[in-house]
Nanobody, 129 residues
Framework: QVQLVESGGDLVQPGGSLRLSCTAH????????FSWFRQAPGKEREGVSC????????YYPDSVKGRFTGSRHDAENTMYLQMNNLKPEDTGVYYC??????????????????????WGQGTQVTVSS
């Protein structure tokens, strides 16, 4: 059974850093898009880091570019989201997600409208002094 389990959410001060983890269980050796989304109160869920295993392509929206970095450790079946220089507007519930796809246009898939197959349970990130 495919399952994504996140961890690492916390309360952090503005300017601080945090690393989220997402462990994947039950995934086969195939092409996937692995992504991180976040949802702030009263706002739509948005993609903040998306990567394709087909061509290694990545996408970050301007709101996090240069501050967030997504990565994967295949041997551990884990993906990470390193978040630096955090701002109060980064506050929200962060979700990892995955979809079986041979993707080369990664930006188009970093959107909530794309039908991701698998979602984690979410982890809360709060940026506040």
């Amino acid at each position: 059974q495919v399952q994504l389990v996140e961890s690492g959410g916390d309360l952090v001060q503005p300017g601080g850093s945090l690393r989220l983890s997402c462990t994947a269980h039950g995934f086969s050796s195939a092409y996937y898009v692995f992504s991180w989304f976040r949802q702030a109160p009263g706002k739509e869920r948005e993609g903040v880091s998306c990567m394709s295993t087909a061509d290694g392509g990545t996408y970050y929206p301007d709101s996090v570019k240069g501050r967030f970095t997504g990565s994967r450790h295949d041997a551990e079946n884990t993906m990470y989201l390193q978040m630096n220089n955090l701002k109060p507007e980064d506050t929200g519930v962060y979700y990892c997600a995955a979809v079986l796809a041979y993707a080369t246009l990664i930006q188009s898939m970093c959107d909530i409208s794309y039908p991701y197959q698998y979602w984690g349970q979410g982890t809360q990130v709060t940026v506040s002094s």
